[in-house]
């Protein structure tokens, strides 16, 4: 899908886990996509933080980490759904027991460490969107030089103050096919996943 709606460079982030990111990864080469690995954490506050890894091995470490700091609670299948492990161009091939879309024991400080100990970038996700939007969550947006890129939901106001002076992302964050926009959001630089992620490190440095 997306490459029909036309985009060079995705990034997979499911809650908590990346297990799925290989076969992402693997779809990816075979339709022209570059893909970067990746989760969308949530820290004890319940905000929701981006983790983009230059490597799959990067990722499935962290992913390991992030895991363990989730509560001993079952996913109920009959509420929630499977949660299933893909492998080998979307085959079934196992299914991770802990509900994902719990909170991590960790904050927001150690969810971003997390990922910066894993060579991986975080980016607080949908900062203007619902309870688990860094706004919603914490009630403001903390002022620069505190995440100096953000992600912003298109779909509802953004405070201007939350956006001033940081270097934002967009993204249609999609839970299904349909919901994968077009090209509609570009960065100045090659159409690889490393180049993106480069760029993003490199102004997500301290202002």
Known sequence: MSKIKGLDVIAVTDHNACLNAEDAMAA?????????PGMEITSREEVHILGY??????????????????????????????????????????????LLINATDLSVDEVCELVRRHHG????????????????????????????????????????????GRFLLHSSDAHHLEDIQEQ???LDTEPTAQAVLKLIEKMNQPI
């Open 28 to 36: 990816g080469r075979e339709y022209g996509v570059e893909v970067i």
């Open 53 to 98: 890894f230059y490597t799959l091995e990067d990722a499935l470490k962290a992913g390991e980490e992030v895991y363990a700091h989730l509560p001993a609670i079952d996913n109920n299948p009959l509420l929630f759904g499977n949660q299933i492990i893909m492998r080998d161009g979307d085959t079934p091939s196992g299914t991770l027991d802990k």
């Open 121 to 164: 970038v975080p980016v607080p996700a949908h900062i203007n969107r619902g309870s688990n939007g860094m706004i919603g969550a914490l009630g403001l947006m903390p002022f620069l030089p505190e995440y100096p890129v953000v992600e912003v939901y298109k779909g509802v106001d953004c405070p201007a103050y939350a956006m001033k």
């Open 184 to 186: 509609v959001f570009e």
